[in-house]
């Protein structure tokens, strides 16, 4: 009997590769790149030290992740993205800047986290401006729904804040729809729906692109609780 296939939240494209990132994967992956073998990751023995940590899942080019990193060296930062172009340009700013706070997976978040990541790991999630995948026959295709959210939910420490965004209203209805509707997750909006822009994160290409074709951005953030049932709202840690 065949199993059915997972239906993936991501297409590879044969992204244009510079030679400079080309050069990237090969000799500075050793540094900063995580192999994935059959046994969860020790992230203590990754990063070489015990210290709050960070996840942000489709990190793009590495805006984001790559200025946190910078600007917290007291965070470890652990970066998921498919495809190469992106790894490449990440793994150049982060040995140009010398970081020893952050690494690097080039595999599908879904299995990484499934497989590869152990619960209560992460202080913090990141998640910004996945495909919207917004023609309604692919709708199937995007990253967030329940059971994404609940393996998202598992992975953050209690307290733990996940931030999300996107350009695309209708997807971040289906964001607010699912985030409110998981047991382990609180709101940190005052009224359970979006919350302001983070000052920490830099415009992204995906945000400046959104602004020139005239979308908005929707912010959401929320906190892992105790238990299933909020009694308050928990206040995020600060990096």
């Given amino acids: 009997m065949q199993t059915q296939r997972r239906i993936r939240s991501f297409v590879l494209r044969a992204g244009r590769m510079t030679p400079a990132q080309e050069r990237a994967l090969v000799e500075l992956w050793p540094s900063y790149g995580v192999e994935l073998g059959d046994a969860p990751l020790d992230l203590e023995a990754i990063f070489g030290r015990r210290a709050p940590r960070c996840l942000e899942i489709g990190f793009g080019v590495g805006e984001v992740i790559g200025s946190l990193a910078e600007n917290h060296p007291h965070i470890d930062y ?18 140009q800047m010398n970081l020893r706070n952050l690494r690097v997976i080039a595999h599908d978040a879904v299995e ?10 992460f202080d913090e999630i990141l998640v910004f401006f996945p495909d919207p995948w917004h023609k309604k026959r692919h709708h199937k295709r995007r990253l ?5 959210m609940e393996s998202v939910a598992a992975k953050l420490c209690r307290g733990g804040v996940l931030r999300l965004a996107t350009d695309w209203q209708a997807y971040a209805e289906q ?13 940190l909006s005052a009224d359970g729906t979006y919350v302001p ?14 602004a020139r ?14 238990t299933s049932v909020a009694a308050t709202s928990p206040t995020p840690p600060q990096p």
């Fill in 78 to 95: 652990l970066g998921l993205e498919v495809h190469r172009p992106g790894v490449g340009r990440l793994l150049l700013r982060a040995a």
């Fill in 112 to 121: 990484v986290l499934k497989d590869h990541i152990q619960d209560d790991s």
């Fill in 144 to 148: 967030i729904d329940p059971a994404f």
């Fill in 175 to 187: 964001m607010l729809a699912v985030c409110n509707a998981c047991p382990r997750l609180a709101s």
């Fill in 197 to 210: 822009r983070p000052d920490f994160r830099p415009p992204t290409r995906f945000e400046r692109r959104g």
């Fill in 213 to 226: 074709l005239g979308h908005g951005v929707w912010d959401l953030a929320y906190a892992k609780l105790a």
